[in-house]
């Protein structure tokens, strides 16, 4: 019931992404929605976060960095919104989620720091890595055996 429940959440929050996207040109510049449509499509995995993966600046972006890495997910584009204040208000915009750090998988919104440790406490993470390609390094921790 519970990844049943995570996964109306997610498709809930890709539907809203979506039509908000197209909604709030009038806010954010159309420019800049087609240049992060763009970013967000360019590889399997983007994050949107505050720092740097090797410098994150927010404990919510930290704990995204952590649970990517536990994962192995290591090649994975990574954008600081703190460099840029045009790209911080336009991904809220293009995704309609109100906070950073944003991730994304093969173009689709997944949603934040909260969305991503409910997917990888819930076990969907390992799922969803499997989708696009990626073998999460979990799979691979044995638990020893008494």
Known sequence: M??????????????????SARSMCSSTSEE?????????????????MKGT?????????????????MHGVEEYTAYNVLDNQELRQGVKSFSNWPTIPQVFFNGEFVGGCDILLQMHQSGDLVEELEK?????????????SN
């Open 2 to 19: 519970y990844n049943v429940l995570n996964s109306v959440i997610r498709q809930t929050a890709r539907a809203v992404s979506r039509i």
């Open 32 to 48: 800049v929605l087609k240049n992060l449509d763009v970013l967000v499509k360019k590889d399997k995995v983007v994050v949107f």
């Open 53 to 69: 993966p090797g410098q994150p600046m927010c404990g919510f972006s930290n704990a995204v960095v952590q649970i990517l890495r």
């Open 132 to 144: 696009l390609g990626i073998r999460s390094a979990l799979l691979d921790k044995q638990t020893p």
